[in-house]
């Protein structure tokens, strides 16, 4: 072979490895054509805390305010923003597993850019801003909630006529003080006052109606009144406190009942009673006074008088079943035709 052969065979392969090794170091992400970790004088195996010094150290000597000409500090400036770019990757952990990547694997072009550009596009929020935002959205819509449903539960009991008709007595009886206060002259008579329209006597009335009955309404359950406790920043605040005092009541329950056998009071009762009925204490609470009370006179905290008391239910429910003319039509469909399902050919 001769020695122009063997000088063209070297400068190709000189160009070759040249070309790769400058495809693996992309035009316009990270470095661009510099490699981050000669920008800062390190190796691949060196920790943050090296990145840092090697920044500090080389930002002392190539600092545009170092140089007076013109050239050379726009030099620096160009040297310096190229420093910084190497810095803020390598120190970040996920972008700097990102630009290995990228060393490792040249060829995969397309996925080096988008690597590149949703680490730089994407939101950098806190995480504790997003779960406090979280948390106090929950609570608003929580608070309106719970609102809407105290003022729906009043709406209701305003049309239910035996409340309506109790609530009106009072409001007439009030109106009745209020005049007998407000009388003036000799003869007793109540002072003139403006003259109203019809529409606003009533609006009058149903606002005095509604007020009454929140005053002497001890609404419970899920339409109960809101309280600040039941927020879920309220909830999540008072947590420390709330489990404190399930631990001393669960101990305090071993050791009066378990190990005392210590006879149970009302409150007791009632919670067995809730517990095997499988409500929750929202659920509970919304049940009549007499209920309650019905229960206690039953006895039904006692396992036993439950099991027997929930057979009977059920048995009275199946008798009133089998009484219904829309419960026996659904059992003469189901025997003739069976459970519905879908077919191709439906």
Known sequence: MSS???????????????????????????????????????TREASVSDVRKSYRRLAKKTHPDLFRDEVQKKEAETNFKLLATAYEILRDEEARKDYNYMLDN??????????????????????????????????????????????????????????????????AEQQRQEEAANSGGKNGRPKSRAKVSKAELKEEQERRIRQII??????????????????????????????????????????????????????????????????????FDGLEEHERQDYLDMELWIKENFDEWKAEQEEELKAKLAESARHKSYRRYMKNHGPGRMTFED
């Not at 909830?235 to 149970?264: A, D, S």
């Open 4 to 42: 122009l052969s063997v000088l063209l065979l070297g400068t190709f392969c000189l160009i070759m490895c040249l070309n790769a090794c400058h495809a693996q170091l992309l035009e316009g992400i990270y470095c661009g054509r510099d490699n981050c970790y000669d920008v800062l004088n390190i």
């Open 214 to 283: 929140e005053e002497k309404m001890d609404i419970k359950g899920a339409y109960a009144k809101p309280k600040i406790s039941d927020l879920l920043w309220v909830q999540l605040i008072i947590l420390p406190y709330t489990i404190i005092k399930y631990v001393y009541w669960y101990g305090n329950w071993i050791w009066r009942f378990t190990i005392l056998r210590q006879p149970y009071g009302d409150e007791e009762k009632l919670y067995l009673i809730r517990r095997y009925m499988k409500l929750g204490q929202y659920q």
């Open 106 to 171: 040249p060829d995969e072009y397309y996925s080096h850019y988008y690597r590149y550009y949703r680490r730089r596009m994407a939101p950098k929020v806190d995480v504790r801003v997003v779960i406090f935002v979280t948390i106090t959205l929950i609570s608003i819509v929580q608070y309106y909630s719970l609102w809407q449903r105290y003022d729906s539960a009043i709406k209701y009991f305003m049309t239910v006529p035996k409340y309506r008709i109790k609530a009106q007595e009072i409001a």
